[in-house]
């Protein structure tokens, strides 16, 4: 219901009615304003239409000023929600916080760098964080954790969107991801004009949530996530990406692979990157049990693969047709047979085509630069770099540093000194991929 105006615009059922109320008992606008602590300026603009998403907290305030009773109180909350969804999806929100998606496995050897980012978002030290790296390290599963312990911690609402993939049905999963695709892509509404942002907003103003946005490829516009985090003060953002969005105030975090041991070093049996090993193959083999030397080719076998968890499953899921030993000597069977073994022996599970995907895609000097120490050696470091481009030591840096947050490079501190370690996969995807230019 609204009212027309000589102007020809509208006014909604809500202005109206605090309009009437308002003067039924006598009060100027400045007047409710100091009785409801509502500002002057917001009570006009609700009054003229110029405001017709009035928040919750508001919607109550006025309420008290005008000292509405039980009937003409819900009137006016029912008004205020006219021709929207989101009264009831805010109730539903409150009253049962969401929670993360529920992780079916034991998240390994991620400890620390989980503790880091609950603690940066759960103190508000950071409200935007990016976790970047290579495809098949794990962002997700440690997204999941991060969500998993935030919300188990003191109930935080945990709104989780998938970028690419299915989203629930209910409708805040229906609005979170609208609100993403405005976020993420052009920037436009939807056919129906709604702004799923500004519902967003509404909905979790008084009890802001992590959202989490799985699976970002761009962001088209940068400032509207700025502009949310404004809008929504305590909401906190966690992306998973494949490398920064460039969103000003990101907080970029690195997720490495395991750690691995060197070559012709002391292997650990209890590493993380073993266990999760020995734990996709009992999938595959429960009988497995292997001997000393059988673990020492398996920790080869995670060094081989840089400790890259969905890698090492791939490569633990070829035990139906291999033991350990043959599946060892494939892996060592040149480049082309250590990417074959990158897809399970089913055909799925292909980080393969994922890593060559990502390295197709790369700016052509950055491309140009793995291209040359790819062909130079496994290791680098900085002055290596310079000699190989002739670019100054900052501009060698800032190539590298490209380099290590897409995650194709890894940082290595030896003596004192940093170097760099391209990993083996990656080597092995752009050997290959020259020996087809050449």
């Known amino acids: 219901m609204s009212i027309d105006l000589p102007a020809g615009d509208t006014v909604p059922l809500f202005g109206l009615l605090v309009r009437q109320h308002r003067m039924r008992i006598g009060l100027t606008q400045r007047e409710l304003a100091d009785l409801s602590t509502v500002s002057v300026r917001a009570i006009r603009d609700l009054e003229q239409g110029r405001a017709r998403r009035p928040r919750q907290d508001t919607v109550r305030l006025i309420a008290d000023g005008l000292r509405l009773g039980a009937r003409a109180r819900a009137d006016l909350e029912s008004a205020a929600g006219e021709g929207r969804t989101s009264w009831a999806v805010k109730a539903s929100y409150e009253a049962d916080p969401p929670a993360p998606p529920f992780a079916v496995d034991v998240q390994l050897g991620r400890e620390p760098e989980t503790a880091v980012i609950v603690d940066e978002l759960a103190t508000g030290a950071e409200r935007l964080v990016t976790v970047v790296g290579i495809d098949g390290v794990g962002r997700t599963r440690v997204a999941i954790e991060v969500a998993t312990r935030m919300h188990t911690a003191d109930r935080t609402p945990v709104l989780w969107c998938p970028v690419t993939g299915p ?86 975090f690195l997720l490495n692979p395991l750690a691995v041991a060197d070559e012709g070093e002391p292997f650990d049996a209890h590493a993380p990157a073993v266990r999760i090993f020995m734990e996709r193959a009992r999938r595959y083999r429960p009988d497995v049990d292997p001997d000393a030397r059988e673990t020492a080719l398996i920790a080869e076998i995670c060094r081989r693969l840089d400790g890259i968890p969905q890698a090492i499953h791939a490569a633990a899921s070829w035990l139906v047709v291999y033991d350990i030993a043959t599946l060892h000597h494939c892996l060592h069977d040149g480049p082309s047979g250590l990417l074959h073994h990158l897809a399970g022996p089913d055909g799925g599970t292909n980080l393969r085509d994922a890593l060559e995907r990502r390295l197709t895609t790369l700016p052509t000097a950055e491309r140009d630069l793995l291209d040359a120490l790819c062909l130079q050696g496994e290791t680098f470091d900085l002055a290596e770099v310079m000699a190989l481009t002739g670019r100054s030591l900052p501009d060698s840096g800032r190539a590298v540093r490209a380099l290590v947050l897409r995650g194709l490079v890894r940082p290595w501190y030896t003596g004192g000194q940093s170097r760099f370690r391209i990993l083996h996969l990656v080597r092995a995807a752009q050997l290959c991929a020259l020996d087809v230019r050449v």
Do not use: K, N, W, Y
């Not at 629930?168 to 979170?176: A, M, Y």
């Open 167 to 252: 989203t629930g049905g209910d409708r805040l999963s229906t609005l979170v991801r609208a609100a993403a695709d405005q976020l993420l892509g052009d920037g436009t509404h939807p056919a129906d004009g709604t702004d799923a942002i500004a519902a967003l907003v509404e909905i979790v103003a008084d009890r802001p949530p992590l959202l989490v946005l799985d699976g970002v490829r761009e962001v088209a516009h940068p400032g509207r996530l700025v502009q949310l985090l404004r809008d929504c003060p305590g909401l906190r953002i966690l992306v998973t990406a494949a490398f920064p969005l460039g969103v000003p105030g990101e907080r970029h």
